[in-house]
């Protein structure tokens, strides 16, 4: 189902606008590397797991179990900018991988849903619409290299990825654009594998 059809009423009012701006929409990535202006918390802000967790673990119980590839999608973004904060006001799945299974368009436009009224942060300059693309994978568990219901494995990935944070925000990190990414990013993965961690014990 469209996420306009499961009520975000900001969608609905003018699906069609929306749809054409996400249409053109720039890839994040590449405004971030291009450097006309600092992309690099709305970088993180797309990174962070904890970002849209409660809709991905409900379209995951939902439609997950039936995958049997790994699901890997682009969100196409239309967000309301006002100078270093976002509104998302319209969010649209679309395939990386040519042709796939039924249960991963289920999946990514239920995910893809989940991001329409968030907010986001944006590069200070950034006063109007924007139309943003980024990208997301969905892996089976039995894809994955590393388990979060692991206590040993997620003490020593923290461990490891702090080893790393103090090394790198010792330095003057901010001056250094891939560092301002970096570090923020750390720092965010960190404390989301400190949350599972903490829902552990």
Not at 28 to 44: K, M, P, Q
Request: aromatic content about 10%; hydrophobic content about 40%; some cysteine.
């Amino acid at each position: 189902m469209h996420p306009c059809g499961q009520g975000f009423a900001s969608m609905c009012a003018s699906p069609e606008k929306y749809a054409k701006l996400a249409a053109g929409a720039k890839n994040v990535n590449r405004l971030w590397r291009l450097g006309e202006a600092d992309w690099s918390e709305t970088l993180v802000d797309f990174s962070d797991r904890a970002f849209n967790e409660t809709f991905r673990l409900h379209c995951g119980a939902q439609f997950g179990a039936t995958l049997t590839k790994s699901c890997a999608f682009r969100v196409s973004l239309v967000v309301e900018s006002h100078g270093g904060s976002g509104l998302i006001r319209y969010s649209e799945a679309a395939d990386l991988e040519g042709v796939r299974e039924p249960a991963c368009v289920t999946y990514s436009n239920c995910v893809s849903a989940g991001y329409v009224d968030k907010k986001i942060r944006m590069p200070l300059d950034a006063y109007d619409v924007e139309a943003l693309v980024f990208y997301v994978e969905a892996l089976r568990k039995e894809d994955l290299s590393y388990d979060l219901s692991d206590p040993t494995f997620l003490r020593l990935t923290i461990e490891t990825m702090q080893e790393d944070f103090d090394r790198l925000s010792a330095k003057d990190w901010q001056a250094n654009k891939r560092h301002r990414l970096i570090v923020p990013q750390l720092k965010r993965e960190i404390d989301y594998m400190k949350r599972k961690l903490e829902e552990l014990e």
